[in-house]
C-alpha cells in the first residue's frame, strides 16, 4: 500500500547531541511536510517541500533543517536539541496541482516520538 | 495560514450516541479539512468541504460549513468506542494549520 513511513518511531538522544529524522513516501506526492506536536497540543508546522522548493515557517528555530535529496525521502534534521524539543514529529505528504492550492488533502505518518535528556 | 479552534476540547458520550464537534476559523478559506488523529499516530484525513458547499457525508460522518460565521461542525453518528480519538480541523487557501483538536472519548 502506498503510504508514509517514519522512522524510527522513537529516539531518545541527549542534550545538545545532532539527531537526524526520517520520512519516505510511496505517493510520488510533491509536497512533503514536517510538523511538530507536543503533547496534548496543535501539530506545528515547521518547513515544508513543495518540489525542491523549500519554505521555513517564520517562527521555526534556527536549530532545526530539513533536507530533500529526492522525491520520496525527507529528513528533519535537530542541530542541538533542547529539552523542549521532546514532541512527536510528523512527516505528511500531499499533491499539488500545477498552480494550484496547497491545501489539498494531506497523509501523515506515524511520527517519531523524540526525547531529550 | 488560517487556524482552526476546534471545540469542546473535550467529549465524553456512550457508544450509540451522536458527537458533535465544532470549529471556528479566522479568515477566508477556499476549503476546510477534518482529521482524526488515534494516540499515538499520525493524523488522518477524514473529509474536505469546499467554500461553496454548505454540507458534505461521508458514512457516519457529517459536516456543515458556515461562511458567514466562519464557523463549521463535524457530527459523528452512532458512535463506536473505535471512534474514540482527537479530532482537528485546518482551513484556508494556504496549508491548513490545527487547533488543539477535540478530544472525543466513546464508552463501550
Known amino acids: 500500500d502506498a503510504m508514509v513511513i517514519q522512522n524510527p518511531r522513537y529516539q531518545v538522544t541527549q542534550f545538545g547531541k545532532p539527531v537526524t529524522l526520517s520520512c519516505s513516501q510511496t505517493l510520488n506526492h510533491n509536497v512533503m511536510y514536517w510538523y511538530q506536536q507536543k503533547s496534548s497540543q496543535a501539530p506545528k508546522l515547521l518547513f515544508h517541500y513543495y518540489d525542491k522548493d523549500f519554505n521555513n515557517e517564520a517562527d521555526t528555530p534556527d536549530n532545526f533543517q530539513s533536507r530533500r535529496p529526492n522525491t520520496s525521502f525527507c529528513f528533519l534534521d535537530i542541530r542541538s536539541p533542547g529539552l523542549g524539543d521532546t514532541a512527536m514529529y510528523l512527516c505528511a505528504t500531499s499533491l499539488r496541482s500545477m498552480s494550484g492550492p496547497l491545501n489539498q488533502p494531506q497523509h501523515f505518518g506515524d511520527g517519531t516520538r523524540l526525547s531529550i535528556l | 495560514s488560517q487556524q482552526g479552534e476546534e471545540d469542546p476540547q473535550a467529549l465524553s458520550i456512550q457508544e450509540g450516541e451522536n458527537a458533535t464537534m465544532n470549529c471556528s476559523y479566522k479568515t477566508s478559506i477556499n476549503n476546510l479539512q477534518w482529521y482524526r488523529q488515534n494516540s499515538g499516530r499520525g493524523l488522518v484525513h477524514l473529509i474536505l468541504?469546499?467554500?461553496?458547499?454548505r454540507e458534505k457525508h461521508s458514512g457516519r460522518l457529517r459536516v456543515t460549513l458556515d461562511t458567514s460565521k466562519k464557523s463549521s461542525s463535524l457530527l459523528i453518528t452512532a458512535s463506536r468506542a473505535a471512534d474514540t480519538a482527537s479530532y482537528f480541523c485546518g482551513g484556508g487557501s494556504y496549508i491548513p494549520t490545527f487547533g488543539r483538536g477535540t478530544s472525543l472519548i466513546v464508552h463501550p
Open positions: 468541504i469546499r467554500s461553496n458547499e
